[in-house]
């Protein structure tokens, strides 16, 4: 009698776990590729958005116009987004 590997988690959850951590991966490493295109005021209200703030919250920290701040988490978006795709392909 041998024990499962991965004791209590059931198959698929195991491979939902897995997909979970490689979609954090791929995409911390897109973030990494095109934070640098962005200045410290726009990621700064990316990442204040991500953390769960509201648009109108992140303007009062930061002093940015509402309409900015969509525009500026729109392009990230879209360059995560590209960054991600691209990555998908190259890792597989």
Excluded: M
């Excluded at 930061?62 to 392909?89: A, M, S």
């Amino acid at each position: 009698f041998e024990k499962d590997i991965v004791g209590d988690v059931n198959t698929p959850d195991v491979y939902t776990i897995a997909d979970e951590c490689w979609k954090r991966h791929i995409t911390n490493l897109a973030w990494e590729r095109v934070s640098s295109i962005f200045d410290e005021s726009n990621k700064r209200c990316f990442v204040l958005l991500e953390e769960g703030h509201t648009v109108k919250d992140v303007s009062e920290l930061t002093g940015i116009k509402l309409n900015t701040i969509y525009g500026v988490r729109r392009r990230i978006i879209q360059k995560l987004k590209e960054e991600i795709r691209l990555l998908e392909e190259e890792l597989g």
